[in-house]
C-alpha cells in the first residue's frame, strides 16, 4: 500500500456529497486520502481538513473567513491559501479538484504550484472549453463533468467514478526511477525543426533532450522546469513566442520570458529562431492595422506575418535587456543568413534588412563579459554548421 494519500479538494459547503463520493471510492482502493475543504461558508459534512485550517496559510490574511463578504475576494484569498497549503505537504501521492468555473480556478491554482510528474486531476463544468488559463504550463487532467457537480446522479456517478479510479491507479502505479540522463531543454518550431533535430541528435546520448513547440505555453512549460532545478541546461533555439508577445500574435509569452534562467543561472544557449513571424490565426482573423503587411499562410488555421526592422529592432531590445540580467554561462548565436526555414534567398521572409536591425540592436545592447556572449556566424539557422555551432557553444559553457 502506498504511503502517499490522494487529496480530494473542493468546497464542502455546496459540492460535500460529490466530494465524499470520490473520496471513498479512492480509499476503497487502498489509498489513504484527504478530503480538503476550500469553501468560504461552513460546510455541509465533515471534511478531514477544514477550510479553517486550509486559510490559515493565506500569506496575506490568515483570519479572511471570518470577514469573507466579498466573494470574489474570498475565492482569490482561499485560492493563495490552498496554494501554500499543498507546498507545506510532504505526503501528497495526487490531488483531485471538483468544481465549476470559481472552484475549477480556486483548486488549479494550487494544483499548478505542483512539480511535474505528481498526478493533479480536475474534474469541471468549464473543461470542455478554452483550458489554457486553468492548466498553464503543467500536466493537469481536465475532464469535463458533462453535468453541473451539484449532487449524485446517473451521469455524475460514473464521470466522477472514472476520475477517483484514475487518480487511484496514478498514485498506486508510480512511474519508475529511470537511469535518466540530465535533462535539456530546447524550443522548436517547424521553421527550426531541422536545426533543433540536428541539435538532438548530436546530444541525446549524453542528454535527455526535452523539446517544447515554442507556441506560448511550451515556452512555459520548459521554463517551469528549469525553475524545479530539472533542467542540466537550455538550448533556446527559437524565441519567437517573443514576436507574438510584442506584436499580439496568438502564441505569446509572458513577460517573465526568460526569467527562470535567470533566477537559477540555467547554462544558456539562445538564438533568434522564427523571429521573422508573428503567428496569427486564419488569413481573416489578422488585425486590421496589420492588414497591409507581408504574410504567409503556413495552413488554413495559422498566417504567419513577417515581422519589420522596427519591431525586430524593438524585439532585439527586449531580449538584450534579459539577457543582460542572466549571471549564469550565456552564448547567444547570430544567424546571419536568416532566422528560419522561410528566410532564406527566393523565400517569403527573406528580408536582411529586418534581421540586421534584429542582430545589430543585440550587438548594441548586450553587455558581453567572459561568461555572456553574442557570437555571429555566416549561416541560416537551419544549415548544420549553425547547428553545429550550438552544439559547440553548450559544450563550452555546460
Same mark, same amino acid.
Given at each position: 500500500?502506498?504511503?502517499?494519500?490522494?487529496?480530494?479538494?473542493?468546497?464542502?459547503?455546496?459540492?460535500? &456529497?460529490?466530494?465524499?463520493?470520490?473520496?471513498?471510492?479512492?480509499?476503497?482502493?487502498?489509498?489513504?486520502?484527504?478530503?480538503? +475543504?476550500?469553501?468560504?461558508?461552513?460546510?455541509?459534512?465533515?471534511?478531514?481538513?477544514?477550510?479553517?485550517?486550509?486559510?490559515?496559510?493565506?500569506?496575506?490574511?490568515?483570519?479572511?473567513?471570518?470577514? *469573507?463578504?466579498?466573494?470574489?475576494?474570498?475565492?482569490?484569498?482561499?485560492?493563495?491559501?490552498?496554494?501554500?497549503?499543498?507546498?507545506?505537504?510532504?505526503?501528497?501521492?495526487?490531488?483531485?479538484?471538483?468544481?465549476?468555473?470559481?472552484?475549477?480556478?480556486?483548486?488549479?491554482?494550487?494544483?499548478? !504550484?505542483?512539480?511535474?510528474?505528481?498526478?493533479?486531476?480536475?474534474?469541471?463544468?468549464?473543461?470542455?472549453?478554452?483550458?489554457?488559463?486553468?492548466?498553464?504550463?503543467?500536466?493537469?487532467?481536465?475532464?469535463?463533468?458533462? @453535468?453541473?457537480?451539484?449532487?449524485?446522479?446517473?451521469?455524475?456517478?460514473?464521470?466522477?467514478?472514472?476520475?477517483?479510479?484514475?487518480?487511484?491507479?496514478?498514485?498506486?502505479?508510480?512511474?519508475?526511477? #529511470?537511469? +535518466?540522463?540530465?535533462?535539456?531543454?530546447?524550443?522548436?518550431?517547424?521553421?527550426?525543426?531541422?536545426?533543433?533535430?540536428?541539435?538532438?541528435?548530436?546530444?541525446?546520448?549524453?542528454?535527455?533532450?526535452?523539446?517544447?513547440?515554442?507556441?506560448?505555453?511550451?515556452?512555459?512549460?520548459?521554463?517551469?522546469?528549469?525553475?524545479?532545478?530539472?533542467?542540466?541546461?537550455?538550448?533556446?533555439?527559437? !524565441?519567437?513566442?517573443?514576436?507574438?508577445?510584442?506584436?499580439?500574435?496568438?502564441?505569446?509569452? @509572458?513577460?517573465?520570458?526568460?526569467?527562470?534562467?535567470?533566477?537559477?543561472?540555467?547554462?544558456?544557449?539562445?538564438?533568434?529562431?522564427?523571429?521573422?513571424?508573428?503567428?496569427? #490565426?486564419?488569413?481573416?482573423?489578422?488585425?486590421?492595422?496589420?492588414?497591409?503587411?507581408?504574410?504567409?499562410?503556413?495552413?488554413?488555421?495559422?498566417?504567419?506575418?513577417?515581422?519589420?526592422? &522596427?519591431?525586430?529592432?524593438?524585439?532585439?531590445?527586449?531580449?538584450?535587456?534579459?539577457?543582460?540580467?542572466?549571471?549564469?554561462?550565456?552564448?547567444?548565436?547570430?544567424?546571419?543568413?536568416?532566422?528560419?526555414?522561410?528566410? *532564406?534567398?527566393?523565400?517569403?521572409?527573406?528580408?536582411?534588412?529586418?534581421?540586421? *536591425?534584429?542582430?545589430?540592436?543585440?550587438?548594441?545592447?548586450?553587455?558581453? !563579459?567572459?561568461?555572456?556572449?553574442?557570437?555571429?556566424?555566416?549561416?541560416?539557422?537551419?544549415?548544420? &554548421?549553425?547547428?553545429?555551432?550550438?552544439?559547440?557553444?553548450?559544450?563550452?559553457?555546460?
Amino acid at each position: 500500500m502506498t504511503t502517499k494519500k490522494a487529496y480530494v479538494v473542493g468546497t464542502c459547503d455546496t459540492k460535500y &456529497e460529490d466530494l465524499a463520493y470520490v473520496r471513498d471510492l479512492i480509499a476503497a482502493q487502498g489509498v489513504p486520502t484527504l478530503l480538503v +475543504d476550500v469553501g468560504i461558508r461552513a460546510p455541509r459534512g465533515k471534511p478531514d481538513v477544514t477550510n479553517r485550517e486550509v486559510a490559515a496559510f493565506s500569506p496575506t490574511d490568515p483570519n479572511f473567513l471570518d470577514t *469573507a463578504d466579498d466573494r470574489g475576494r474570498a475565492v482569490a484569498d482561499m485560492a493563495a491559501a490552498f496554494a501554500a497549503f499543498l507546498a507545506s505537504r510532504t505526503d501528497v501521492g495526487g490531488v483531485l479538484g471538483l468544481g465549476g468555473s470559481g472552484g475549477t480556478s480556486l483548486v488549479c491554482t494550487g494544483l499548478r !504550484t505542483l512539480p511535474i510528474g505528481v498526478p493533479k486531476m480536475m474534474v469541471s463544468t468549464v473543461a470542455s472549453s478554452n483550458v489554457a488559463p486553468y492548466v498553464g504550463p503543467n500536466d493537469i487532467c481536465m475532464l469535463y463533468s458533462v @453535468t453541473d457537480v451539484a449532487g449524485i446522479n446517473r451521469i455524475s456517478r460514473v464521470v466522477l467514478a472514472n476520475a477517483a479510479h484514475a487518480l487511484a491507479g496514478m498514485i498506486q502505479n508510480p512511474v519508475p526511477e #529511470g537511469q +535518466d540522463r540530465p535533462a535539456l531543454g530546447m524550443t522548436m518550431f517547424g521553421v527550426t525543426t531541422p536545426c533543433v533535430d540536428m541539435v538532438r541528435k548530436a546530444l541525446e546520448t549524453e542528454y535527455d533532450c526535452l523539446v517544447f513547440h515554442a507556441t506560448g505555453t511550451g515556452g512555459q512549460s520548459m521554463e517551469k522546469l528549469a525553475d524545479s532545478g530539472l533542467l542540466a541546461g537550455v538550448l533556446d533555439i527559437t !524565441t519567437t513566442e517573443v514576436c507574438d508577445l510584442l506584436m499580439g500574435g496568438v502564441f505569446p509569452c @509572458t513577460e517573465d520570458r526568460f526569467g527562470a534562467v535567470i533566477r537559477t543561472r540555467t547554462p544558456y544557449v539562445g538564438s533568434v529562431g522564427a523571429l521573422d513571424m508573428v503567428n496569427f #490565426g486564419a488569413r481573416d482573423t489578422v488585425p486590421e492595422r496589420y492588414r497591409d503587411r507581408l504574410f504567409h499562410v503556413h495552413n488554413p488555421q495559422v498566417t504567419l506575418m513577417r515581422t519589420t526592422p &522596427e519591431e525586430n529592432r524593438r524585439m532585439g531590445e527586449w531580449i538584450a535587456e534579459r539577457l543582460n540580467r542572466m549571471e549564469g554561462p550565456v552564448r547567444f548565436l547570430l544567424p546571419e543568413k536568416g532566422v528560419s526555414m522561410i528566410d *532564406a534567398p527566393g523565400l517569403p521572409f527573406y528580408d536582411p534588412e529586418a534581421d540586421a *536591425a534584429l542582430f545589430e540592436t543585440l550587438k548594441a545592447n548586450v553587455v558581453q !563579459t567572459p561568461s555572456r556572449q553574442l557570437v555571429s556566424l555566416p549561416h541560416n539557422i537551419n544549415d548544420p &554548421e549553425f547547428a553545429a555551432a550550438l552544439v559547440a557553444a553548450f559544450r563550452e559553457i555546460a
